[in-house]
């Protein structure tokens, strides 16, 4: 990893990947006469090509700083002895793509993948940030191969209201909720909204953007710390230079993506997401990354998995603190080095060495009190806990370390609502028969119901009991919500609605049962009811007529398998992860 030569062969630089025009030399000599073009000498061309991969975009506020991150990591790279070759890709945010952002991972991920193939060059940075972007890069990385690095945008400054510290977004959902209580006034409500997003960045709280940072260091696919800097320090600017200088050691090593995507780093990445209470997403989305590199993710190993393994880190949703204090209190090494006993440590990672070797050079530990000690857990199980039962016959989720105890053990009668429509249309209607010990239904928000599988799982509490000081109630769907978001939520529940799945033939009045401490989700019909329902009212599977819905709606898989399109996903198998 060390050495400093490089030596241009027809597989490496502008010689790879050559365009066809039926003459290898005139291709290479075209391509250099455009490229000199833009003032390049023979010299730099001769250079490691290192692609940047730019997802900066003006709707995507969380990747605002994406300029000075290039500028730092163009001088990392020309200081190592590389060439640096910015280019665009798709650029996902959560608030501005519509129907969902996850509707448009896959078609993210594919852009990378092919750009990646497509253009020549000796290694890639992978610069994103918001929620779908980090694990669309991943998933194309991993399927296109070569080296690749992860830089993290970074997370936004927190703000204050009346005196308040705030930040987006698990405060914003707290102040929707009080907003729609009666305790919030307009004005009010106007004026915390100047106040939640004090900077560009990612949430600011372990939503699905923190959580896939934290994924990214896990994986061994960042630099040694870099899933915590906020966006707008600079330890962020210095870590996108080092993360530079870094992606030319790779290209020079030519250490492949595969060799980090292990099994052991995906246990570990797993074992991360259960200490950090990281968002339900990031489940999904390791599922979807491991089918790239052929691994299935084994939900049970998973669960199992979280009976041993505490949240640790004491921030929103599930504890008290900020992004920004993650970072003061060590960041990543600091947890990682808490969670050693538990880990891979032969895992291979993007620095060339192991993440035990990593963690035996990482700065030592000092007094704080945000990353915990297995013996003083913030939540004594990892923070997903996966349901079973003749609801969810492929599985359902909970993120039990953000939900209401009171709650995990409970049975109720079914509020039912057909889809996202039907929901707007009646959550506030003051007839609806609702009670606060109801559980709260909602189907076809699935992967195909949707389609794309929108966050709306986080259902709102209806109008009339919130104003009645109702905080929580168990709420059921086959679709996401924001890793920013808390309650007695169950989640992902497969197989979904729109294609048959159990959960399609729920009606209002039906009793269910859920029991955490048992991993039970029970709906109490008998089978012989369920199959006069079924024979009552058959299901089609969505379709379209044309264009990226058409592929969608043929293509993407369930929850389960990471929602993934299947054709994308690799060809040959490696089995399970975790083993």
Not at 240 to 247: D, F
Not at 299 to 326: C, N, W
Not at 394 to 406: E, F
Request: glycine share 10%; charged share 20%; proline share 6%.
């Amino acid at each position: 990893m060390t050495d400093s030569t490089f030596k241009p062969t027809q597989a490496s630089g502008f010689r790879q990947g050559l365009t066809s025009y039926g003459d290898q030399g005139f291709s290479l000599f075209l391509r250099k006469a455009f490229i000199k073009g833009a003032g390049y000498s023979d010299e730099a061309l001769d250079k490691p090509v290192i692609g940047i991969a730019n997802t900066a975009s003006a709707y995507n506020p969380c990747h605002g700083n994406a300029p000075q991150l290039i500028e730092a990591l163009e001088r990392g790279i020309l200081l190592a002895g590389g060439l640096p070759m910015t280019f665009p890709t798709i650029s996902l945010h959560e608030s501005f793509a519509a129907p969902t952002s996850m509707y448009l991972r896959n078609l993210m991920a594919m852009d990378t993948e092919e750009m990646l193939r497509a253009q020549p060059m000796d290694a890639v940075v992978l610069m994103g940030g918001c929620d779908k972007t980090v694990p669309a890069q991943l998933m194309g990385a991993a399927s296109a191969g070569l080296p690749a690095i992860q830089l993290i945008t970074g997370s936004m400054l927190t703000g204050s209201h009346r005196g308040e510290r705030v930040g987006a977004c698990t405060d914003c959902r707290r102040y929707w909720a009080r907003y729609r209580a009666g305790d919030v006034d307009e004005a009010e409500k106007d004026e915390v909204n100047d106040r939640l997003v004090a900077s560009v960045g990612t949430c600011s709280v372990m939503g699905t953007a923190s959580t896939m940072a934290c994924i990214a260091e896990a994986l061994g696919m960042t630099v040694p710390g870099g899933a915590s800097p906020p966006a707008v320090t600079a330890d962020r600017m210095r870590i996108a230079e080092l993360t530079g200088s870094q992606a030319v050691q790779l290209a020079r090593s030519g250490l492949g993506i595969e060799r980090i995507l292990t099994a052991d780093a995906f246990e570990n990445a797993l074992r991360v997401l259960l200490a950090i209470g990281g968002s339900t997403n990031g489940l999904v989305h390791l599922a979807a990354m491991a089918g790239r590199v052929g691994l299935a993710l084994d939900l049970d190993a998973f669960d199992r998995m979280g009976r041993d393994t505490p949240v640790l880190i004491d921030l929103k949703p599930s504890g008290q603190h900020y992004m920004e204090d993650f970072h003061h209190a060590g960041g990543m090494p600091a947890l990682l080095r808490e969670l050693r006993p538990l880990l891979k440590l032969d895992a291979l990672t993007v620095t060339g060495k192991t993440l035990g070797e990593n963690l035996d050079a990482a700065p030592a530990p000092f007094a704080q009190t945000v990353i915990r000690t297995v013996s003083n857990p913030i939540y004594p199980q990892g923070g997903i806990a996966v349901l079973r039962g003749n609801l969810a016959p492929q599985g359902a989720i909970i993120k039990q370390s953000a939900a209401d105890p009171r709650l995990m053990e409970h049975e109720g009668r079914a509020v039912v609502f057909e889809n996202s429509a039907d929901l707007a249309a009646r959550i506030d209607d003051p007839d609806l028969d609702v009670h606060p010990h109801d559980i709260l239904v909602l189907k076809n928000i699935g992967p195909k119901g949707a389609p794309g599988m929108p966050e709306a799982g986080y259902l709102p509490i209806p109008q009339k009991l919130a104003r009645a000081g109702v905080k929580d109630m168990v709420r059921i769907s086959d679709g996401r919500m924001s890793g920013t978001a808390f309650g007695t939520v169950i989640l992902h529940v497969t197989p979904e609605a729109a294609i048959g799945g159990p959960l399609a033939y729920v009606q209002t009045g039906d009793r269910i049962r859920l029991s955490v401490s048992k991993r039970s989700l029970e709906w109490l019909v008998s089978a012989e009811e369920l199959a006069q329902r079924q024979k009552a009212h058959p299901i089609t599977s969505p379709s379209a007529a044309r264009g990226y819905r058409q592929l969608f709606l043929q293509s993407v898989n369930q929850a389960d398998q990471g929602a993934d399109f299947d054709f994308l996903r690799a060809e040959h198998s490696q089995g399970k992860t975790p083993r």
